[in-house]
């Protein structure tokens, strides 16, 4: 890898494959520093369209800013139970999901949000996976 902008860095040497999760791990010193991301099998976008941001920051009449929508559709995802308990528990899991994702917006507690964002990720690929493996 090298760095091409002050601390960001590519390489040639990696090719993405979708539906794959990606882990890095550095360490620098003493401290250990990690991450992981998905990438999604490639989405086909239908159309593209724009509109002059009249009221965003930043934007006056010499220097104006759009707004740029992006349509595009997603496979849908298609789950099979084959355990109604496990049904149950995901749609129990849901429904308190919903309920705090509400409570967590109301009091504008965005790290909170995206915390629990990131848990019920886990639960869900974790329910997921006990019902492949039933």
């Not at 009449?61 to 109604?84: A, C, G, W």
């Not at 917006?105 to 019902?131: D, H, P, T, V």
Request: glycine share 6%; net charge negative; proline share 4%.
């Amino acid at each position: 890898m090298h760095d091409v902008n002050g601390g960001d860095y590519q390489t040639d040497l990696i090719v993405g494959k979708p539906n794959t999760d990606y882990f890095i791990e550095v360490k620098i010193d003493d401290k250990v520093y990690s991450a992981e991301s998905y990438m999604p099998a490639k989405t086909e976008i239908d159309s593209l369209s724009y509109e002059l941001a009249q009221k965003r920051p930043g934007g006056d009449r010499q220097n104006p800013r759009y707004i740029i929508h992006v349509y595009f559709k997603d496979e849908p995802m298609l789950i099979i139970f084959t355990d109604s308990r496990l049904l149950l528990i995901m749609l129990l899991f849901l429904g308190l999901l919903f309920l705090t994702i509400s409570i967590l917006m109301e009091m504008k507690l965005m790290q909170g949000l995206f915390s629990i964002l990131k848990l019920s990720q886990l639960m869900l690929e974790m329910l997921l996976q006990l019902n492949c493996n039933q």
